[in-house]
């Protein structure tokens, strides 16, 4: 199970957090020599401590950051490479006692208040977050009760950023707009040929050049034969498109999310429809494709992946899909599409 990390930034630490993660830095030269290879990273750490000892050698790669400032959780990522020493802490922030350190991956910005997410954890209304912890087994199924996943949780809360969705990256290149006209694209070239297209239920109501979405589209996904938890994991998937009620294709459109959550997403149905025959896709710009196929490639995901004979998830180029809606557009549906 992914780990989920409570992270406190006090009113002395902001200005730090926003020079450090908020803002990405050139990797020090203390720096593990791994992390050398990088040009800029968004990195922060925490003090010494028993107990926060305990929680940071628990850390791996890959789990769940939430950051906490005056009533409300900020900012969200991943852990990318932890590492304690207290010379990148004095380097950085002047404190050497900042040694446990981690690079912060899939940064959003975010904006939740305390009490939607104490209630989501189990905690007490009350309940305020004081220092650097990792949240407790019980507290994390408490939000799988309501959520299939601590993804599809932190959709939701990028969901409540305003009624577009979150306007947010973790690197400059990425662009909403963009991931708003591959959506589009998308959409219509389903409907083009002849299927039923759902769009994720966050998204229904964004706009592409004055076109909302969910236009044309279903409004529900009814899936018979289907669990309401397997249902639900798809929710969110950026564009599906089905053939009565099979599902034939769904695409992940990865500008402004994490690959690894979209992977994370797609893997999770299949193990709860072991049996389904569909193809996934993982949109992303050409410049992501090596990142998306590493990422399909890991063995978490390659478990699921390998014994599912009559599914398949694979890599999408942005350049294809505009290539392709341009040639359906002039000379009309194809015979074979992606």
Same mark, same amino acid.
């Given at each position: 199970?992914?780990?989920?990390?409570?992270?406190?930034?006090?009113?002395?630490?902001?200005?730090?957090?926003?020079?450090? *993660?908020?803002?990405?830095?050139?990797?020090?030269?203390?720096?593990?020599?791994?992390?050398?290879?990088?040009?800029?990273?968004?990195?922060?750490?925490?003090?010494?401590?028993?107990?926060?000892?305990?929680?940071?050698?628990?850390?791996?790669?890959?789990?769940?950051?939430? +950051?906490?400032?005056?009533?409300?959780? +900020?900012?969200?990522?991943? *852990?990318?490479?932890? +590492?304690?020493?207290?010379?990148?802490?004095?380097?950085?922030?002047?404190?050497?006692?900042?040694?446990?350190?981690?690079?912060?991956?899939?940064?959003?910005?975010i904006s939740v208040p305390r009490e939607e997410?104490?209630?989501?954890?189990?905690?007490?209304?009350?309940?305020?977050?004081?220092?650097?912890?990792?949240?407790?087994?019980?507290?994390?199924?408490?939000?799988?009760?309501?959520?299939?996943?601590?993804?599809? #949780? &932190?959709?939701d809360f990028q969901a409540d950023n305003g009624?577009?969705?979150?306007?947010?990256?973790?690197? !400059?290149?990425?662009?909403?707009?963009?991931?708003?006209?591959?959506?589009?694209?998308?959409?219509?070239?389903?409907?083009?040929?002849?299927?039923?297209?759902?769009?994720?239920?966050?998204?229904?109501?964004?706009?592409?050049? !004055?076109?909302?979405?969910?236009?044309?589209?279903?409004?529900?996904?009814?899936?018979?034969? +289907?669990?309401?938890? #397997?249902?639900?994991?798809?929710?969110?998937?950026?564009?599906?498109?089905?053939?009565?009620?099979?599902?034939?294709?769904? &695409?992940? *459109?990865?500008?402004?999310?994490?690959?690894?959550?979209?992977?994370?997403?797609?893997?999770? &149905?299949?193990?709860?429809?072991?049996?389904?025959?569909?193809?996934?896709?993982?949109?992303?710009?050409?410049?992501?494709?090596?990142?998306?196929?590493?990422?399909?490639?890991?063995?978490? &995901?390659?478990?699921?992946?390998?014994? #599912?004979?009559?599914?398949?998830?694979?890599?999408?180029?942005?350049?294809?899909?505009?290539?392709?809606?341009?040639?359906?557009?002039?000379a009309g549906p194809l015979q074979d599409v992606?």
């Amino acid at each position: 199970m992914t780990r989920l990390y409570i992270v406190p930034i006090g009113k002395n630490w902001i200005d730090n957090f926003q020079n450090t *993660v908020q803002s990405k830095v050139p990797v020090p030269d203390v720096a593990p020599d791994d992390l050398q290879r990088e040009e800029e990273v968004r990195i922060w750490g925490t003090t010494e401590g028993r107990r926060k000892r305990r929680f940071f050698e628990e850390m791996e790669s890959g789990d769940r950051l939430l +950051f906490y400032n005056e009533g409300k959780f +900020f900012a969200a990522g991943r *852990v990318g490479t932890a +590492f304690e020493d207290e010379d990148v802490g004095k380097t950085l922030w002047n404190n050497s006692e900042s040694r446990f350190i981690y690079t912060v991956s899939d940064y959003q910005e975010i904006s939740v208040p305390r009490e939607e997410v104490a209630l989501l954890l189990g905690y007490k209304e009350n309940w305020y977050p004081q220092r650097f912890l990792r949240v407790s087994p019980d507290a994390v199924n408490s939000l799988l009760q309501q959520y299939n996943s601590i993804e599809e #949780a &932190f959709q939701d809360f990028q969901a409540d950023n305003g009624p577009d969705g979150p306007e947010k990256s973790d690197e !400059g290149k990425d662009s909403p707009r963009e991931h708003t006209e591959i959506q589009w694209q998308l959409i219509q070239l389903g409907l083009a040929h002849g299927y039923d297209v759902y769009v994720a239920r966050n998204d229904k109501n964004r706009e592409y050049e !004055g076109n909302r979405l969910g236009e044309d589209c279903i409004e529900n996904l009814n899936l018979p034969g +289907f669990s309401p938890a #397997a249902t639900r994991i798809i929710e969110y998937v950026d564009v599906i498109w089905l053939d009565d009620d099979f599902i034939a294709k769904m &695409f992940e *459109v990865e500008s402004t999310t994490s690959i690894y959550s979209g992977i994370l997403r797609m893997t999770d &149905f299949m193990v709860k429809v072991p049996n389904i025959a569909v193809d996934m896709h993982i949109v992303a710009s050409t410049d992501d494709e090596d990142k998306v196929r590493e990422e399909i490639s890991r063995p978490t &995901f390659q478990h699921v992946l390998e014994p #599912a004979e009559h599914c398949s998830l694979g890599y999408l180029s942005f350049e294809n899909v505009r290539k392709t809606h341009e040639t359906v557009q002039q000379a009309g549906p194809l015979q074979d599409v992606f």
